[in-house]
């Protein structure tokens, strides 16, 4: 995780958590009394009753709003908490990240007592939806498809769960990867890549030949033909997944 020590130093510039999508998560977490955030970053989507945070950058805790959760630097593989520390455990865009994915949700299932809430993505969906990794930077979905945890290997290591499709709005507040799929001058703008582990992981050079593309077409209007269906929509699912486990 030491990759958020350098690529993470900007993300509260553009990853404002969504209020749809943090409604989404909170009602998937339910009455829950208490709540542990693994790889939680800075704290988005954090409800109130969160009562710990757990992240292995200092990076990031270091730009945790004031008032959040407490934090502990550590990482999903190795939790330091006893069993059935917290009614419900919350891993949101981060097991992409894990070293060891089976040793992680392991660790989910331990700390849980009642209920799991994992936000990942299906990698086979954003591949043939997203208009960026479609049709310009083939590059970083070759990145991604590295690193992309199939939802069927999770509902196995979580023992079932049950499957939410998150729809991203139009103007999504959080700027993660498919978040400004109708505002598309946003990725060419570098602080917005910056925010997006998959452009930042991937490189500026690889990109370059794509966003270049990319910005001829928004001079030419040829983006905005080839994509009038999407711009009459409001929200778009692109294969962002909410997992929800109960045990």
Same mark, same amino acid.
């Given at each position: 995780m030491a990759i958020y020590d350098s690529i993470g130093a900007t993300y509260p510039r553009t990853r404002q958590p969504d209020p749809r999508i943090a409604a989404q998560v909170h009602a998937a977490l339910g009455n829950v009394t208490d709540?542990?955030?693994?790889?939680?970053?800075?704290?988005?989507?954090?409800?109130?009753?969160?009562? *710990?945070?757990?992240?292995?950058?200092?990076?990031?805790?270091?730009?945790?709003?004031? /008032?959040?959760?407490?934090? $502990?630097? #550590?990482? #999903?593989?190795?939790?330091?908490?006893?069993?059935?520390?917290?009614?419900?455990?919350?891993? $949101? *865009?981060?097991?992409?990240?894990?070293? &060891? *994915?089976?040793? /992680?949700?392991?660790? *989910?299932?331990?700390?849980?007592?009642?209920?799991?809430?994992?936000?990942?993505? &299906?990698?086979?969906?954003?591949?043939?939806?997203?208009?960026?990794?479609? %049709?310009? $930077?083939?590059?970083?979905?070759?990145?991604? %498809?590295?690193?992309?945890?199939?939802? &069927?290997?999770?509902? &196995?290591?979580?023992?079932?769960?049950?499957?939410?499709?998150?729809?991203?709005?139009?103007?999504?507040?959080? /700027?993660? /990867?498919? #978040?400004y799929w109708r505002r598309p001058r946003a990725y060419l703008d570098p602080q917005v890549r910056a925010g997006i582990s998959m452009l930042a992981q991937t490189g500026e050079d690889a990109l370059e030949p794509g966003l270049t593309r990319l910005a001829e077409d928004m001079v030419t209007g040829r983006w905005h033909t080839q994509q009038a269906e999407l711009l009459a929509l409001d929200t778009i699912d692109v294969g962002y997944r909410l997992l929800v486990a109960d045990h």
């Open positions: 709540v542990i955030n693994v790889g939680a970053g800075t704290g988005s989507y954090e409800p109130p009753q969160t009562a *710990l945070a757990v992240e292995p950058s200092q990076v990031m805790i270091a730009q945790r709003p004031s /008032g959040s959760a407490p934090a $502990l630097r #550590a990482v #999903a593989e190795h939790l330091p908490l006893r069993d059935n520390a917290a009614d419900a455990v919350m891993a $949101l *865009l981060t097991v992409h990240h894990w070293s &060891d *994915l089976a040793a /992680g949700i392991g660790e *989910l299932r331990r700390v849980a007592r009642r209920r799991i809430v994992i936000l990942t993505w &299906d990698q086979q969906i954003f591949r043939e939806r997203f208009w960026l990794v479609r %049709d310009y $930077l083939p590059e970083a979905a070759a990145f991604d %498809d590295t690193r992309a945890t199939p939802t &069927d290997q999770l509902v &196995d290591l979580l023992g079932g769960v049950r499957q939410e499709p998150v729809w991203i709005p139009h103007d999504c507040t959080d /700027g993660f /990867g498919a #978040a």
